[in-house]
């Protein structure tokens, strides 16, 4: 796995931005209503960014996660994840090590298994901004239409 030396939270870890983009303009709309999502406390805790591909889903994403997310939402950490660049075993191994503090090198030897719940008993121990680039391709691996 990668000798990547992890930041510590409140550090954002990004470990594969989405890179170089066309200038980045007139979706003050689109970023406006994700700050207020970010900043509303009793919104839902998991926000999805839908459309067909290349409608900027990523690019919106990417600009509100570099530009605004640290000021509006008093995340405790961020993190983006591409699944285009890494699989879902990678990001749990790192997550789950960034959330902790730890490195990756000391969790390597986890299950997946336990890698997701701790992930998840942290995440519901604080307040986490975490992307998943591109995460329909793990749901469609896994759903009987994606064979």
């Avoid at 170089?20 to 406006?32: K, Q, S, T, Y």
């Avoid at 961020?78 to 789950?96: K, N, V």
């Avoid at 902790?100 to 995440?123: D, V």
Wanted: charged share 20%.
């Amino acid at each position: 796995m990668s000798a990547r030396r992890l930041p510590v939270p409140p550090e954002p870890n990004v470990a594969h931005g989405p890179g170089a983009a066309v200038p980045f303009v007139d979706r003050e709309h689109e970023l406006r209503f994700l700050s207020e999502w970010a900043e509303d406390t009793t919104s839902g805790s998991i926000l999805t960014i839908l459309g067909i591909g290349g409608t900027g889903k990523t690019a919106l994403a990417w600009e509100w996660f570099v530009n605004h997310s640290q000021l509006a939402g008093n995340f405790q950490g961020r993190m983006w994840w591409s699944i285009y660049e890494t699989d879902a075993r990678g990001f749990f191994l790192d997550c789950f090590s960034y959330l902790t503090g730890t490195q990756i090198e000391e969790n390597q030897g986890m299950r997946p298994a336990e890698l997701a719940e701790g992930i998840s008993r942290r995440l519901q121990d604080g307040r986490f901004l975490i992307v998943l680039d591109g995460i329909e391709r793990e749901l469609v691996a896994y759903s009987p239409y994606g064979q």
